[in-house]
């Protein structure tokens, strides 16, 4: 079959798509430990909500009309004026009825995921201005697309724009080969979440290069942790929009994480245009539009509900953060170099001092217990509990600065699964450890 050079490249399973497939295979539930998934704690999803929602929308067609049919590309409007409210009335990033007046709002068709695809496919490919540790899986995207990756490191602050200074200074020509930036404003891996002088230092350079090549060079701000800062010793986030004088931010958001990745809601803000436009035919291209019925829901629940669902999941989230930290702090400590998050999203970073995680470290290989030692491992078809996190090496560019500490770095998610699993799993994260020393 004649494939095409993203066809060809997608026919190989990225790396970590075949460590999550491995696992997923023989999971064992009650057993097997899952720190690698970005799911959402299924406590936090509000299902007596959401079916009050569904019979709520098909009992009142005029409202929320042809519910059960195709809907419109840009999408529902009913859903479209909820973002819009919860927006003005939670006043998120700072934003006013006269920001987003100067701005529209779209849904794509499944999810915020839909909408990065989305870009992908109306941008020319160039090179894409990230962050790094990066979101792997749209960079992976992105990098099979044919973008090229730039990806500047981040401290605990987000993506360093002094940084990003300096190597936008040392691509020096091809500098014109920059087609946008992506940066995630509460990082997947880290957690780390973008201060407000970077988003607007950041769209000052976007800005700069703009005027530079003449032509706009967006700015795509992905939110989707946004609403999950649990810390209240962190300020709240200002949204990039309220920086840019050229018309080239775009914020893209979820519901995913507030309400249900299922009902695959994502949204993108920004200014009107060919861009916009593009992406809205890409809906249409895509799908049509979202599921109409699950956009009247999740519209019915903004209007109605979000502002206690989010108190809940965040209260949820905050509790689970503050014992996997002293977990952490008591059973790895020693091992610790540094541990990034804790504050928003459900993710901590950790960098060990000296131990690997990759794939093939001994650290990895006690917790999928494939170090072919049966004491260690247990019985074949009856292995001891194993635990699965991402490698820091699937997270890093594997062109970037951090190659070498991302062979010593892991994500570890504590959305999904219990305090008392949680718990357990860190134990054997210690005990793997002392296996690796
Ligand atoms: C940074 C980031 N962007 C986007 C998404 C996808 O969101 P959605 O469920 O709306 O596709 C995720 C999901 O984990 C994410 O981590």
Request: charged letters at 25%.
């Amino acid at each position: 079959m004649l494939l095409s050079e993203y066809g060809k490249a997608s026919s190989v399973p990225a790396p970590v798509s075949r460590m999550m497939a491995a696992f997923a295979a023989d999971f064992r539930d009650a057993v097997d430990i899952n720190l690698g998934v970005g799911y959402v704690n299924e406590n936090t999803i509000p299902r007596a909500r959401i079916e009050e929602a569904l019979h709520a929308v098909l009992a009142d067609p005029q409202k929320y009309r042809v519910a059960l049919n195709y809907g419109g590309p840009a999408g529902s409007p009913n859903l479209i004026e909820s973002v819009r409210r919860f927006h003005l009335e939670h006043r998120l990033g700072g934003l006013t009825d006269e920001v987003l007046r100067r701005n529209e709002i779209i849904i794509g068709p499944n999810g915020a995921t839909s909408l990065l695809e989305g870009i992908a496919q109306v941008m020319a490919p160039g090179i894409v201005v990230t962050c790094d540790p990066m979101y792997y899986i749209y960079c992976n995207f992105l990098e099979r697309m044919g973008f090229e990756i730039c990806a500047v490191p981040e401290d605990k602050d987000g993506l360093d724009t002094d940084r990003l200074a300096v190597r936008l200074r040392e691509l020096g020509e091809r500098r014109k080969d920059i087609c946008f930036f992506y940066v995630v404003t509460v990082s997947n891996p880290t957690c780390s979440i973008l201060a407000n002088t970077r988003r607007e230092r950041l769209v000052e350079a976007a800005a700069r290069l703009s005027r530079q090549l003449r032509r706009k060079v967006p700015v795509f701000f992905d939110k989707a942790y946004e609403n999950l800062i649990h810390d209240p010793a962190v300020g709240r986030p200002v949204s990039g929009l309220l920086y840019d004088e050229l018309g080239i931010v775009y914020e893209i958001g979820t519901l995913s994480k507030i309400l249900a990745p299922a009902l695959r809601i994502g949204y993108m803000i920004g200014p009107g245009g060919p861009l916009l436009r593009a992406m809205i035919q890409k809906t249409s291209d895509a799908g049509f539009s979202a599921p109409l019925v699950t956009q009247e829901i999740a519209s019915y629940l903004l209007d109605r509900h979000v502002a206690e669902q989010i108190e809940r999941v965040n209260a949820g989230y905050r509790h689970k953060a503050a014992c996997t930290r002293q977990w952490i702090d008591a059973r790895l400590g020693g091992a610790l170099a540094e541990c990034r998050g804790g504050s928003a999203g459900f993710y901590f970073y950790l960098t060990l001092a000296g131990i690997e995680t990759h794939e093939q470290s001994a650290f990895f290989r006690f917790l999928a217990r494939t170090t072919g030692r049966s004491e260690v491992d247990g019985p074949t078809g009856a292995k001891k509990p194993r635990v699965l996190y991402i490698p820091g090496e699937f997270c890093v560019h594997p062109q970037g600065d951090l190659v070498e500490a991302g062979r010593r770095q892991l994500r570890l998610s504590y959305g999904f699964e219990e305090p008392p699993r949680i718990e357990q799993a860190i134990e054997l994260m210690s005990q793997a450890v002392s296996y690796a020393t």
